[in-house]
């Protein structure tokens, strides 16, 4: 199945999706399916400010740990609650229910260096 | 890459496979945790076909094996297998083995994938005058393990013989021209058997294994399960992995397996010393520094090998193998800490680079199987 195309991708394998100043961060289907099962998720709380490119948070599995980045610069202003008590929905759902953060973004302009889906799906497909 | 003869087997039941020390196996079919669970709570199927299979025929076969393992042999019966360590002349861990007695002067030797060349070289080079031949028949060969509280009454449908086998006991079975060696043994803490079939015969086996089961339902009593959940299982149930709990250069009496070293092995009429028994009585009088050690960790987080064990601001130990355990719905591991922080119930805590977890020493296994 194809990346979805309404939201921006990085070679860390975070997809990133604008909707008026809001962003929400997720990982994709290729990056949950390289980890495995996930069985951890910490996002660093709401109201934290994020630089470009820096790490919001962490998510664990059975194999390992991995940190996560946000491409955009911003203020995280609510994490996904749900994947505290149940991490497995980063693995279902890794493009709506299992999303990670959302942050308000005031310069969303480092959006443009991202992949495409189809850009992302060439290379990681 | 080397390929199982279950390669196509895993790819049309959806595996992520992934390379193994040389070797293409599955990971995972659905998820590691769901393959976990089922395993403890009906019966999973796993493809060890990489694992080494060493036979050791000759007037000298017993005396070989004796020479290289670190558990006695000799007073095994035929028909019974038996974990070893294979041991280094320092007393470190070259391997851990299963040895099965098929004849007065015949046996078989199951040994890790990574560590198939170099103990086919140790034996080879523990031969002096001996008279015995060593084969590796790995490629030849394969096994499969069939593990789980139902797994036994599924082989009941097809034999009523390995079902009454005792634990660490097998039976050879001749199927039309391929002979099938099938054992009470496993690496999950559940009951179960693990096969060993010409690689020519797998897949008429598989068909007559699995005719009763649908492997594709999803309330089959067996489904197959990867290398992911073989390791955590192993993990729960306690038991060591080469390359962790196990080294070359880790004293084999750190390893919690004293049940697996005879120490006084050369004593009796057949006596024989083992490859390693000299450096293991020094450092028994030396006195044993560090141990292999189980740990409950606080919360949901994972701790991984080589993170620090603390006991205080002084690093007392390191991580070997940890997950989140299915079963206990907790973080676990195993560590290799200083002896006097080894006993049951002592508060240590594991850096995580970011963070400090506490964490309370525990006895092995975590998890043991509900009697029947």
Known sequence: MPSPSDRRYTDSHEWHKLTGETLTLGLTKHAVEELTDITYVEMKPAGTEIEPGSEVGEVESVKATSEVYCAVGGEIIEINDKLMDDPSLLNNDPYEEGWLVRLRVTDASTLDELMSGEAYDERYG | ?372
């Not at chain 2, 394969?142 to 593990?147: F, G, N, R, T």
């Not at chain 2, 067996?222 to 955590?232: E, H, N, S």
């Not at chain 2, 800490?337 to 977890?357: C, D, Y």
Request: with cysteine; aromatic share 6%.
């Open chain 2, 1 to 372: 890459m080397l390929k199982t003869p279950f390669y196509d087997f895993h790819v049309e039941h959806g595996a992520k496979m992934v390379d193994f020390a040389g070797w293409e196996m599955p990971i995972l079919y659905s998820g590691i945790i769901e393959e976990h669970r089922q395993v403890r709570s009906s019966g999973g199927l796993f493809d060890v076909s990489h694992m080494g299979r060493f036979w050791v025929r000759g007037r000298h076969a017993r005396r070989l094996l004796e020479r290289v393992c670190s558990r006695r042999v000799s007073d095994m019966q035929v028909g019974q297998c038996r974990y070893s360590l294979v041991c280094n002349e320092q007393g470190g861990v070259r391997d851990d083995v299963l040895v099965y007695r098929l004849d007065d002067d015949a046996f078989m030797v199951v040994v890790n994938a990574s560590n198939r060349e170099k103990l086919f070289e140790h034996f080879e080079s523990a031969r002096g005058d001996w008279v015995f031949k060593l084969e590796d028949r790995t490629v030849e060969t394969a096994m499969v393990a069939l593990q789980g509280p139902n797994a036994m009454g599924l082989i009941g449908k097809v034999s009523q013989e390995v079902p009454s086998l005792k634990r660490f006991r097998f039976v050879e079975k001749n199927l039309l021209i391929a002979k099938l060696l099938v054992s009470r043994t496993g690496y999950t803490g559940e009951d179960g058997v693990e096969a060993i079939l010409p690689a020519n015969f797998v897949n008429h086996a598989m068909k007559l294994l699995l005719k009763d089961v649908n492997m594709s339902e999803a309330e089959a009593a067996i489904k197959p399960a990867g290398l992911g959940a073989r390791d955590t299982l192993r993990m729960e149930a306690g038991m060591p992995l080469y390359g962790h709990e196990l080294e070359e250069d880790l004293c084999a009496l750190s390893c919690g397996l004293d049940f697996a070293i005879s120490m006084d092995k050369d004593g009796d009429e057949r006596g024989e010393p083992f490859i390693g028994l000299e450096a293991l009585r020094r450092a028994q009088q030396e006195g044993i520094r560090e141990k292999i050690v189980g740990l409950m960790l606080d919360g949901r987080r994972t701790a991984r090998p080589n993170m620090a064990v603390m006991n205080g601001d002084k690093q007392v130990g390191r991580i070997t193998s940890a997950c989140l355990s299915p079963t206990l719905g907790r973080p676990i591991a195993m560590a290799l800490v200083e002896i006097k922080h080894a006993e049951p119930g002592a508060t240590l805590e594991v850096e995580t680079g970011r963070a400090r977890i506490e964490a309370e020493v525990t006895k092995l296994p975590f998890y043991q199987a509900p009697k029947k």
